[in-house]
Nanobody, 122 residues
Framework: QVQLVESGGGLVQTGDSLRLSCVVSGGTFVTYAMGWFRQAPGNEREFVAAINWSSARKYYADSVTGRFSISRDNAKETVFLHMGSLKPEDAAVYYC???????????????WGQGTQVTVSS
């Protein structure tokens, strides 16, 4: 059974940085494309960032381009989301996911994490 466990969320102020982590177990992490999504109250879950198995391909939502960075450590079976210049509109529950990489992001999600809350105060 593949499990994805996120951590690193919390309460920060506008302009601060935060790093989310997602540890994957029970599968062959090195073969997975990985991504991050987020969902704010009353909104649909939206794509944030994705990365292929070798880190050679990365994709970002327009809203986070230049501020967020996705990375992975295959030896530690972990994917990271480095978030900078945080804004109140970045506040959401952030979910880690594994799936297939398309031309603009992560699709066909196979597994989801339980989510980690990010709150940004103004």
């Amino acid at each position: 059974q593949v499990q994805l466990v996120e951590s690193g969320g919390g309460l920060v102020q506008t302009g601060d940085s935060l790093r989310l982590s997602c540890v994957v177990s029970g599968g062959t992490f090195v073969t997975y494309a990985m991504g991050w999504f987020r969902q704010a109250p009353g909104n649909e879950r939206e794509f944030v960032a994705a990365i292929n198995w070798s880190s050679a391909r990365k994709y970002y939502a327009d809203s986070v381009t230049g501020r967020f960075s996705i990375s992975r450590d295959n030896a530690k079976e972990t994917v990271f989301l480095h978030m900078g210049s945080l804004k109140p509109e970045d506040a959401a529950v952030y979910y880690c996911a594994s799936g297939r990489l398309g031309s603009t992001g992560l699709f066909g999600v196979d597994y989801w994490g339980q989510g980690t809350q990010v709150t940004v105060s103004s």
